[in-house]
C-alpha cells in the first residue's frame, strides 16, 4: 500500500538551512505537498510540487523532487525560531480524488 | 487564517457518549474533508463530501458518520465513543472535487474521551 515516512526529528541552529527529507511509495503519486503544524494549531499548506517538476521555489523554501528515488525534501533557508514545527509530506494518488497521505512528521527545532 | 473555521475547539466527553462536531469550509469551496489525527496513527483521512454528497471514504468506522448541508457546512458525528477516538480532528475545504485542489485546514477540534 501507499506509505509517506519522515525522519522524526531535526534540530538546527538559528540561521542555517534545514533539509527536511521524505520518501514515498506510490509511483503513481501526482502532487506532494508540504505541510506546517504550530503548537496546538492546524495544519498550515506551505508548498506543494507536481510530479513532472524536479523543483519549486518559494522564497526561503525550496521543494526538491527525486522521482526516480521517490524523495522529496524541503529545504528551509536562514532558519528562524518562527519556523520551529511540525512538518508533514504528504502525497495524493492521481487516480484519487480525495485520499492524501500523510507522513508522521518532522519535528524541528531551532538552537540558538 | 485558512479561512476554514471549526467548531468546538475543544470537546470533553465520557466513554459511550456521542458529539457532533462541526466545519464551515472557505467562502467558494464545495469540498470538505475530514481527517483524525492521533499519536498512534498519525493523519488520517476520513471522509469526503463534495456539494453535499459523499466522494470517498477513507478510514472511517462504523461508529462515524458524516454530512454536507445545502450551505456547505459539515458536520462530523461520532458516536459510542471510546477511550481511543481521543484525538484532533480536522476539517480541510478546496474549490472542486477532485485532486486538483490544494486542500486548506481548518484549526481542528481536539476530543478528549474520559
Known amino acids: 500500500g501507499e506509505d509517506v515516512e519522515q525522519s522524526l526529528f531535526l534540530s538546527v541552529r538559528e540561521g542555517d538551512s534545514s533539509v527536511i527529507n521524505c520518501t514515498y511509495t506510490?509511483?503513481?503519486?501526482?502532487?506532494l505537498y508540504w505541510y506546517k503544524q504550530e503548537p496546538g494549531a492546524g495544519l498550515q499548506l506551505l508548498t506543494y510540487?507536481?510530479?513532472?517538476?524536479d523543483m519549486k521555489q518559494d522564497q526561503r523554501l525550496t521543494v526538491l523532487l527525486n522521482k526516480k528515488d521517490k524523495h522529496l525534501s524541503l529545504r528551509i533557508a536562514d532558519t528562524q525560531t518562527g519556523d520551529s514545527a511540525i512538518y508533514f509530506c504528504?502525497?495524493?494518488?492521481?487516480?484519487?480524488?480525495?485520499?492524501?497521505?500523510f507522513g508522521s512528521g518532522t519535528r524541528l527545532s531551532i538552537r540558538p | 487564517d485558512s479561512g476554514v473555521t471549526q467548531t468546538p475547539k475543544h470537546l470533553i466527553t465520557a466513554t459511550g457518549q456521542r458529539v457532533t462536531l462541526r466545519c464551515s469550509p472557505r467562502?467558494?469551496?464545495?469540498?470538505v474533508y475530514w481527517y483524525q489525527q492521533s499519536l498512534d496513527q498519525g493523519l488520517q483521512f476520513l471522509i469526503h463530501?463534495?456539494?453535499?454528497?459523499?466522494?470517498a471514504k477513507g478510514n472511517i468506522l462504523e461508529r462515524f458518520s458524516a454530512q454536507q448541508f445545502p450551505d456547505l457546512h459539515s458536520e462530523l458525528n461520532l458516536s459510542s465513543l471510546e477511550l481511543g477516538d481521543s484525538a484532533l480532528y480536522f476539517c480541510?475545504?478546496?474549490?472542486?472535487?477532485?485532486?486538483?485542489?490544494?486542500?486548506?485546514f481548518g484549526p481542528g477540534t481536539r476530543l478528549t474521551v474520559l
Open positions: 467562502s467558494g469551496d464545495l469540498s
Open positions: 510540487i507536481f510530479s513532472n517538476m
Open positions: 480541510a475545504s478546496s474549490v472542486g472535487p477532485s485532486g486538483v485542489d490544494t486542500q486548506y
Open positions: 463530501y463534495y456539494n453535499g454528497e459523499e466522494r
Open positions: 506510490d509511483s503513481s503519486s501526482t502532487y
Open positions: 504528504a502525497e495524493r494518488e492521481e487516480n484519487s480524488a480525495s485520499k492524501i497521505i
